[in-house]
């Protein structure tokens, strides 16, 4: 009787055979998964390193300069990638979230649960991700912290769904054993295409090969005052005006102020580095100035201090960074005055600002107020 009153339930899309479609199949899922799950891993790591690096600075060493460029370059361009991916195998299973009966048990049930929290934590990433690379913060929560927990649900969400459906993987696992289904090529071909399509127009933000294929990417790294792009003007940080009496103060054991001028009197050096945001465009610029080391020397800072850097900003985020000495000693880590050439633009940072090899592009302070060995 109650079986009967269950069954009349059974309507619409709960119905037997209510999604015709040959591709919704194990095969197409897991193909589609196994590039998904790859996207997935690389963001993942990548995101993590990128993660450890803005909170402590570590642990990467100062080399390759563009190591963190590699990185976070290939964290968006895995998350981009994810977009079409997650949409394929989410339209390839979406007909299982109609399955009958709801619930065949507590293993059943559960692994129902990781899948709805594997599913809700990637789209989470992906979207909050997304809009970041556009700097767009519709919502309430923090950004940072929210992409970084929300990462670990889903790696835990990915690992459970895997474990349960590691029979299934086993089976559909090589192309040989695959039953043919008509459509399945033409539609991995597709999802293959969509890929391509979508990193080709984005990677140009980071790829310098790429760059003029970048149409969809919110920034093209050559596109800016003084050809390279601007996260943060002066005007928004409220320092489009450095005051007449500007000084660089050297905090340490024999503390000193510099003016521009005396610091322009220093020996100058110059390097090739790139800024790297976090946001996943990324430029490489030649830059001239004072080695931050040499103002370490300066002040009689110890050879293993950290070093604070204050920005002239008032707030923000960005105001205060701290760096390790593997990077406050390398001989590439400059006080920059100039960039390609020319006296930094004020949205570049005058009259100074740091460049290390190596770090996220959000530790690069501009508008540098004061350098002091801790
Ligand atoms: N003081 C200060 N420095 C800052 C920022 C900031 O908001 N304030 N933004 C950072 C970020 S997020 C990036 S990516 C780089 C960009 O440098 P650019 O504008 O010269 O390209 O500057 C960094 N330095
Ligand atoms: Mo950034």
């Known amino acids: 009787m ?12 709960l119905r037997e055979g209510a999604f015709p479609s040959r591709l919704h199949e194990p095969r197409t899922a897991v193909v589609i998964g196994r590039w998904l799950g790859a996207a997935l891993v690389v963001c993942f790591a990548t995101g993590l390193l990128s993660h450890v690096m803005q909170e402590w600075g570590g642990p990467l060493p100062s080399r ?23 949409g394929a195998k989410l339209w390839t ?6 399955e009958w009966p709801p619930v065949q048990g507590v293993l059943h049930l559960l692994e129902r649960a990781g899948i709805a929290l594997l599913v809700a934590a990637v ?3 992906v979207f909050t991700g997304l809009l970041n690379t556009v700097q767009w913060y519709p919502w309430p929560f923090p950004f940072r912290q929210t992409h970084y927990w929300t990462a670990w649900l889903a790696l835990g969400g990915l690992l459970l769904h895997l474990s349960a459906k590691a029979p299934l993987i086993a089976e559909h696992r090589s192309r ?11 539609f991995l071909a597709a999802v293959t295409a969509s890929v391509g399509l979508v990193t080709l127009t984005t990677a140009g933000q980071t790829v310098p ?11 093209r790294p050559d596109l800016g005052p003084q050809g390279l792009p601007v996260n943060r003007t002066a005007a928004q940080a409220g320092v489009a005006a450095v005051p007449a009496d500007w000084r660089l103060s050297v905090g ?32 490489s610029a030649t830059w001239t100035g004072v080695r931050l080391r040499d103002l370490l020397d300066r002040v009689g800072a110890p050879p293993d201090a950290t070093v604070r850097i204050t920005s002239l900003q ?18 590439l880590t400059l006080l920059a005055l100039r960039v390609n050439g020319e006296i930094l633009a004020p949205d570049h940072g005058y009259p100074v600002r740091i460049i290390a090899p190596n770090r996220p592009g959000v530790l690069q302070t501009k508008w540098v107020a004061k350098v002091e060995a801790l």
């Open 123 to 125: 789209l989470l990433e």
């Open 252 to 283: 340490g054991p024999r503390p000193v102020e510099l003016t521009l001028a005396e610091l322009g009197a220093m020996p100058q050096h110059t390097a090739e580095l790139p800024i790297a945001c976090v946001e996943g465009w990324s430029a």
């Open 176 to 186: 040989r054993a695959a039953a043919p289904v008509a459509g399945r090529r033409g």
């Open 93 to 98: 299973v979406y007909p299982k979230l109609f």
């Open 2 to 13: 109650a079986s009967m009153d269950i069954e009349r339930l059974r309507r619409g899309p």
């Open 209 to 219: 090969w790429l760059r003029r294929a970048d149409l969809l990417g919110p920034r």
């Open 64 to 86: 390759p300069v563009n190591g963190y460029r590699i990185t976070q370059g290939l964290h968006v361009i895995s998350g981009i990638a994810m977009i079409p991916l997650l």
């Open 314 to 331: 008032r707030e923000g985020p960005y105001r205060v960074t701290e760096m390790a000495s593997t990077y406050a000693r390398d001989e």
